[in-house]
C-alpha cells in the first residue's frame, strides 16, 4: 500500500437517533484506499456498508443519522489531505461528482424519469466543469461511447424507462465518471442484473478504472463478485471491520468464521449439497461439515420416482404476442409432480411472461396449457378461480406483493376465505399462525405491517401466504433474486424443506444459473421468447449444447 493513500477513514461512527434510542451502524471502522486501487467492501444487509459509503460523500441525512466520531481524509492530487467532515456545504457540492462519484444500487430510482438521459449526464458536466450546452453534449457522447451504449444518440435522448437495467447502469456509470473522479464508490452496482449483464458492467469498470487511474469503493454482499475485481477485502460485519486483506488472503485463508460462512453460501459448482450452508452454520453450533452431498446413485433414483408419475402439467406450442412483438414462441414442456423445473435466461428472455401465461395471469395467444388433464386456457372464469388455490406464485418483490396497510397475518388469512377453506377465522388463524412458524417466523408477527420486516422475512410471508391455500404447484419467480446470498441460502433450504412437508411442485425462475442448477431437477433456457435448450440440469451445466447456455454458464461469478 502507498504511504500516502488517497482516501484514509480513521475511526468512523455513525448512529441513528430515533424517539431517544441510539443506533449505532458504523462502529469505528478505520480503513484507506489508493490510488488505482479496488477495495471491496463486503457484508449482508445492515453490516453498514451502504452507510460508511454515504458517509464519505456526507449524505448522511441528519436527523436521523449522524456522525458522532472520526475522520475521512481526502487527497486530491498533490495537495495536502483534507477531513472532508470539516467541509463547507459549497465544498461538498465540489467534491461530490467531481473528485467523488457514487453509483446507487437501483439505477431506476437514481435517474430522473422526467429529464433525458442526455440532460442529465450534461448537467453535471456544466456544473462542474462549465462546459457550454454543444460541448456537453460532445463530451457526453463520448462518455456513452466509452461504456458501450448502444447508438449513443438515441440514448441520449431517450428518458430512463426507455432503456434496459443494464443500459441504464451504464448512464449512471458515464454520469459516474463524466467528470474525471479520482475515486468511484460502486454500491451493489450490479445486484439486479442479469449474471452475463453483470460481467459487462464489472469488465467495463475494470477497463474505466486502468484508462483513467481511478480508485473504486466496491461495496457487495456477494463474495464472489469480488475475486477477479477487488486488490483487497474489507468484511463488515454489525457495523465493524472483522476481517480485511488481500482478495487471495481472504478467498484462501479466511480468518473468521463470519467470512468463511459468506464465502460457502452460494450453491457449490462442482458438487451438489443436501443444504446450503448459511451464516448460522459457521458462527452459530450447527456445523458446516453437516452439509453432505448427494450422490449420484440418490439422484438417479430421485429422478426414476418423479419421473414415473404422469405429468401434473402439460404446456403445448405456447405463444404469446403483445401487439406486433412476439414475447414467447411455441413452448413445449412438461411438469411433473414433486419435480422442480428450473427456467433460466436474461432479462427479456421470456422466462416470467412464460410463468403468467401458464398461471392465466395473462392470456396466451396461442396453445394449450393442459393441468390435470384439462386445458385452462378454456375454463371460464369461475372454474378458473377455482384453480388458483392449486397454482400459485412468489414474485421477485415482496414489498410490492404484499398491502403495505394489512397486517401480514390477515393477509395469509384472507386467500383462505376467498378459497373457503377451513370452516371459520379462528381455525383460519390458529393455520396462519403455523404457517408462520412453518416458514421460520413467530406468532407474534401476525399483527405486524410489511414495512416491519426484513427483506427476507418479507419473502417468507409471501411464501406463508401461497401456502394458505395448499397449492399443488408454485411458481417461484426471482423470489431470491435480491436477497443478500446468506439469506437466499436459508430461503432456498426452506423451499426445499417445504417441497417435502407438503408434497410441492416449483418451477423455478431465475437470471442465476448457479441457484438454478441447486435447485432444479430439469431445467429450461430460454433466448428471445424460445426454449434454447433443455434437459437434467447438471448435465446441461455440465455439457451445454448451446452457446448462450455456454455464455451464461462463463458468467457465473466464481466459475472456475
Known amino acids: ?75 486530491s492530487g498533490t495537495n495536502q489531505a483534507k477531513d472532508i467532515l470539516h467541509f463547507e456545504e459549497s465544498e461538498m457540492r465540489q467534491l461530490r461528482g467531481r473528485y467523488i462519484s457514487m453509483i446507487f444500487q437501483e439505477p431506476m430510482t437514481s435517474l430522473n424519469p422526467v429529464f433525458t438521459c442526455g440532460d442529465q449526464v450534461m448537467e453535471s458536466l456544466q456544473d462542474h466543469l462549465g462546459f457550454s450546452k454543444k460541448q456537453a453534449r460532445e463530451k457526453v457522447l463520448d462518455l456513452f461511447n466509452e461504456v458501450k451504449l448502444p447508438n449513443p444518440a438515441g440514448v441520449l435522448a431517450s428518458y430512463p424507462h426507455q432503456l434496459s437495467g443494464g443500459q441504464k447502469q451504464r448512464v449512471m456509470i458515464a454520469m459516474a465518471i463524466a467528470c474525471d473522479p479520482a475515486i468511484l464508490i460502486a454500491d451493489e452496482p450490479t445486484t439486479a442484473l442479469d449474471v452475463t449483464v453483470q460481467k459487462t458492467i464489472l469488465e467495463l469498470m475494470k477497463n474505466l478504472q486502468k484508462s483513467r487511474n481511478m480508485s473504486i469503493l466496491f461495496i457487495t454482499h456477494d463474495l464472489g463478485l469480488v475475486r477477479g475485481f477487488a486488490d483487497r477485502v474489507l468484511v463488515m460485519h454489525k457495523g465493524q471491520v472483522i476481517e480485511e486483506g488481500t482478495v487471495n ?194 406468532p407474534e408477527h401476525y399483527y405486524r405491517y410489511a414495512h416491519e420486516f426484513s427483506g427476507g422475512q418479507r419473502q417468507r410471508i409471501c411464501i406463508a401466504r401461497a401456502l394458505a391455500v395448499e397449492p399443488r404447484l408454485i411458481i417461484c419467480d426471482e423470489s431470491v433474486s435480491a436477497l443478500d446470498v446468506s439469506i437466499q441460502a436459508q430461503v432456498l433450504n426452506l423451499l426445499n424443506d417445504l417441497k417435502k412437508d407438503f408434497g410441492l411442485t416449483y418451477i423455478f425462475i431465475s437470471h442465476d444459473l448457479s441457484v438454478v442448477k441447486y435447485m432444479s431437477d430439469r431445467l429450461i433456457v430460454m433466448k428471445d421468447g424460445k426454449i434454447e435448450e433443455m434437459g437434467e440440469s447438471d448435465e446441461v451445466y455440465a455439457n451445454p449444447k448451446s452457446e448462450y447456455t455456454r455464455a451464461l454458464l462463463e458468467a457465473i461469478p466464481g466459475r472456475g
Not at 468512523?12 to 469505528?28: A, E, G, I, N, R
Not at 473468521?256 to 451464516?279: E, N, S, V
Open 1 to 75: 500500500m502507498k504511504s500516502h493513500p488517497l482516501l484514509d477513514v480513521r475511526n468512523l461512527s455513525v448512529s441513528f437517533v430515533s424517539d431517544q434510542q441510539k443506533l449505532t451502524v458504523v462502529d469505528h471502522i478505520s480503513f484507506r484506499l489508493s490510488e488505482a486501487e479496488t477495495l471491496a467492501v463486503v457484508g449482508e444487509s445492515g453490516s453498514g456498508k451502504t452507510v460508511t459509503a454515504l458517509a464519505v460523500l456526507r449524505l448522511i441525512p441528519e436527523p436521523p443519522g449522524k456522525i458522532f466520531t472520526g475522520e475521512i481524509l481526502f487527497r
Open 249 to 442: 488472503d481472504i478467498f484462501q485463508n479466511p480468518r473468521q468464521a463470519y467470512t468463511r460462512g459468506l464465502l460457502a453460501c452460494r450453491p457449490p459448482l462442482d458438487r451438489r449439497l443436501k443444504r446450503l450452508p448459511t451464516i448460522e452454520n459457521y458462527i452459530g453450533e450447527k456445523q458446516a461439515d453437516a452439509m453432505m452431498s448427494i450422490t449420484y446413485g440418490e439422484r438417479k433414483l430421485e429422478h426414476e420416482r418423479i419421473y414415473a408419475r404422469e405429468p401434473i402439467l402439460k404446456v403445448e406450442n405456447l405463444g404469446k404476442r403483445f401487439g406486433s412483438f412476439t414475447a414467447l414462441r411455441r413452448a413445449d414442456f412438461f411438469v411433473f409432480p414433486g419435480e422442480t423445473l428450473g427456467i433460466v435466461g436474461e432479462s427479456g428472455s421470456g422466462k416470467t411472461t412464460l410463468a403468467r401465461v401458464v398461471l392465466e395471469l395473462i392470456p396466451a395467444s396461442e396453445g394449450k396449457i393442459i393441468y390435470q388433464n384439462q386445458d385452462i386456457t378454456k375454463l371460464t372464469e369461475g372454474k378458473l378461480k377455482k384453480l388458483r388455490k392449486d397454482l400459485q406464485i412468489i414474485f421477485q418483490d415482496p414489498y410490492s406483493s404484499l398491502n403495505p396497510r394489512m397486517a401480514i397475518g390477515p393477509a395469509i388469512l384472507e386467500p383462505m376465505k376467498v378459497h373457503n377453506l377451513h370452516q371459520n377465522d379462528a381455525l383460519r388463524k390458529a393455520r396462519v399462525m403455523d404457517l408462520l412458524q412453518k416458514v421460520g417466523l413467530k
